[in-house]
């Protein structure tokens, strides 16, 4: 081999080198610029510091205007994309379901469920759980006339509480929720509780409890450090809280158990034990007593929080707006009279119904959502997201989306009606989310929400406390896991 020789072949091994190093470069460039834009992160915390960690999602809204639709945040050493608008938010969850469509692994809630019930499970075991739970909330009447003779009953219960306090102030979240978890309670164990059960008062208290301290500032920072859990008071409250819950529904099930017919099925509970026995020669995977245990618990809590936190919210838009009240109160009056409410009411009830609606909308009960996980390698609007990825759709921002709706910020029921008075749908009304996560339990929480409401209104007009004006009424959301409005006291008066 000659020197000419040599000298063309690191020439030519000099030419490829430098061929791949230009790939390499581009690539990297190519993947920064696919990756979501975010505020750049701090050494070790990330970008705490710039994160209200009393309310986070307003944060991330302020984040959105700046970043765009799709962004990314630093959770201490975690990177997580927040979903933004109406757009982009229905795109992910309905055609991006499958990749969008896993549970994500957040510290707090392994913690509590490791994996098991429906809400934070995961693969397999969401699947199996929530077929089962589905067939069988129908099969005990979820969106059908029997529970809706419950409801009503329920209401019943309710307004004779109302009446006793013969017009004088008093704070209605007790009752209010537990009015409503006797709903999903008559499902579960195939009974109601009194008002004043202690038992039952403690559990509705371990609930609500719960859902402060996991979305308290000091359980967000448990998710980015789950190795600072030793440290922290609320992780070790939450955690005593639910061993206490899931203590009483382990022994309300083994009761169960003793009187099990798989002939006469008297409740949700019973047919999870007959599908155990049906499956005991299987795999104890799915249909196992430490799944039933978090099912349950998911459906009370689930089905008692977001609904009665709606009913408060409404009841104090009523209050704050007497004008719209007014109006409710004269459609009950020429559509229903003294007749008792029912569902079919509500297509001839527009005004009502958009009204509802609106309070759903303006509550943003869950403005985070419930945080998804990527289940392969995505390119989402031109931005590569990897398998694994913590991703927030923020439903705050959907319902409150400028381009969606005339005036986000503001209670206004003529957002769910046409110019002449007709109830609208609105695709943006998405505060049950949407796709394959969507929330189970949608069908009830309507009845629920209509019944109560309407029944209410129907019986009594709203007032504030003595003192207080409806000016001074303050719309600021409480801090927690949900947008509960601020503790308030009521006065209800015989509506004629």
Not at 62 to 69: A, N, Q, R, T
Not at 317 to 339: D, R, W
Not at 413 to 442: I, N, W, Y
Not at 456 to 479: A, C, E, M, R
Request: proline share 5%; charged share 20%; with cysteine.
């Amino acid at each position: 081999m000659n020197g000419l020789d040599l000298f063309s072949i690191l020439s030519g091994l000099s030419l490829i080198l430098i061929f791949i190093l230009k790939i390499k470069l581009t690539l990297t460039k190519n993947f920064k610029k696919q990756s979501p834009p975010g505020p750049r992160p701090l050494p070790v915390i990330g970008n705490l510091h710039i994160l209200n960690l009393k309310r986070p999602y307003q944060t991330m809204q302020e984040l959105s205007k700046k970043y765009g639709p799709i962004f990314s945040l630093r959770m201490g050493p975690k990177t997580v994309v927040v979903l933004s608008g109406y757009e982009t938010v229905k795109d992910a969850l309905v055609n991006y379901s499958e990749q969008f469509g896993e549970r994500a692994h957040v510290p707090i809630f392994e913690r509590v469920f490791e994996g098991r019930g429906i809400v934070f499970s995961h693969g397999e075991n969401w699947k199996t759980i929530r077929r089962f739970s589905l067939a069988t909330l129908r099969n005990f009447g979820m969106g059908k006339k029997v529970i809706e003779e419950r409801i009503l009953e329920e209401c019943q219960h309710l307004i004779q509480v109302f009446e006793s306090h013969q017009g004088k102030p008093f704070e209605i979240s007790t009752i209010l929720n537990a009015s409503v978890a006797n709903i999903i309670v008559s499902i579960l164990l195939g009974k109601r509780f009194d008002y004043k059960d202690p038992q039952f008062l403690r559990l509705l208290h371990l609930i609500g409890e719960n859902i402060i301290l996991i979305g308290s500032p000091s359980i967000t920072i448990f998710n980015m450090f789950p190795v600072l859990g030793f440290l922290l008071q609320d992780l070790k409250r939450v955690l005593r809280n639910r061993d206490e819950l899931f203590s009483f529904i382990r022994m309300t099930f083994l009761k169960h158990l003793q009187k099990l017919d798989k002939n006469d099925q008297r409740s949700f509970i019973d047919a999870f034990l007959i599908k155990q026995q049906e499956e005991k020669d299987k795999s104890d995977d799915y249909f196992n007593n430490d799944n039933l245990v978090a099912l349950v618990f998911n459906l009370f809590a689930a089905g008692t929080e977001t609904t009665a936190s709606t009913l408060r919210w409404g009841i104090l838009l009523m209050m704050k707006y007497p004008e719209i009240q007014k109006k409710v109160h004269n459609e009950i009056t020429e559509v229903i009279g003294s007749a008792q409410p029912r569902i079919e009411h509500r297509t001839q009830m527009p005004y009502t119904d958009a009204v509802i609606h609106e309070i759903q909308r303006f509550s943003n009960i869950l403005p985070m959502n419930i945080s998804r996980e990527t289940t392969t390698d995505v390119v989402f609007k031109n931005y590569y997201i990897p398998k694994g990825t913590e991703v927030i759709t923020l439903l705050s921002s959907v319902l409150q989306d400028q381009t969606q709706w005339e005036k986000p910020c503001t209670f206004h029921p003529q957002h769910f009606l046409t110019k002449e008075g007709k109830f609208v749908k609105k695709d943006a009304f998405l505060p049950f989310s949407a796709g394959r996560r969507m929330c189970a339990g949608e069908s009830l929480a309507k009845m629920e929400l209509f019944l109560f409401f309407t029944s209410l209104l129907q019986k009594f007009t709203f007032y504030p406390s003595p003192g207080v004006s409806n000016n001074d009424l303050d719309l600021t959301p409480d801090i927690g896991f949900t947008t509960r409005p601020l503790p308030f006291k009521i006065c209800a008066l015989p509506y004629s």
